[in-house]
């Protein structure tokens, strides 16, 4: 069965510290895409990094990095250089076959001052 | 940038009644999706449609039915509203299935 999991419910980091937010998936399709989402308290959903099944680098954007570990099958964003505007609700998805996407259940992340 | 709106933002309606979500996107993309959000359940995704007139059931469309009469334009419609329906309903879209999705900024919808 394909099935995303975030373990995280809820995670604090310090301003300015990096912070790990896990992900795992499940899938027996060989091709997929993985991806992560942000949601701010506005209730947006906002993209931010994309990993496909057969890249060998892991994705980076700016403060973003998705460390994708394939055997493991594991996808977990790496946030560095936490902002108190990173305070929000982050989805691990996955999508696997055509159109079907998979949301995690998410992980709300707290950046203290 | 990608602009995906949806028609309102909070809505009260009465169990039994027919609803109606609208979502527009200004960026000429081929999909569309509704999902809806609960907590501790993620998103779920009720339709999708990869081109006008042509949808696809995801994994809870019953109760629901979807219409995409113009490119730009996808609507989720509740037959007959029941308290279950009670959520935040996000629509999405994209240029291609396999990119990430642009969403709209959800629809709260309160069933009494």
């Known amino acids: 069965a394909q099935k995303i999991t975030q373990t995280q419910p809820g995670m604090f980091v310090q301003e300015k510290e990096a912070v790990t937010l896990d992900c795992t998936y499940d899938?027996?399709?060989?091709?997929?895409?993985l991806f992560w989402y942000k949601q701010p308290s506005s209730g947006e959903m906002i993209f931010l990094i994309y990993q496909g099944s057969y890249d060998e680098q892991n994705a980076t954007e700016g403060r973003y990095s998705l460390n994708f570990q394939k055997a493991r099958k594991s996808a977990n964003l790496v946030i560095s250089a936490s902002q108190l505007g990173d305070s929000a609700m982050y989805f691990c998805a996955m999508r696997s076959g055509t159109y079907k996407y998979i949301f995690g259940t998410g992980t709300r992340l707290k950046v203290l001052a | 940038d990608v602009k995906v709106t949806q028609s309102s933002r909070y809505l009260v309606k009465r169990t039994g009644e027919k609803v109606f979500l609208e979502c527009v996107q200004d960026m000429d993309h081929e999909n569309m999706f509704w999902y809806r959000q609960d907590p501790g359940l993620g998103l779920r995704l009720i339709y999708f449609s990869y081109d006008v007139k042509m949808k696809e059931k995801g994994d809870i469309p019953e109760g629901y039915s979807v219409s995409r009469e113009k490119k730009e334009r996808f609507s989720l419609i509740l037959e007959s509203a029941s308290t279950n329906q009670t959520s935040m309903y996000l629509c999405?879209?994209?240029?291609?299935?396999?990119?990430?999705?642009?969403f709209g900024p959800g629809t709260r919808l309160t069933v009494t």
């Open positions: 899938t027996s399709d060989q091709s997929y895409g």
């Open positions: 999405a879209s994209s240029r291609q299935v396999v990119d990430e999705q642009y």
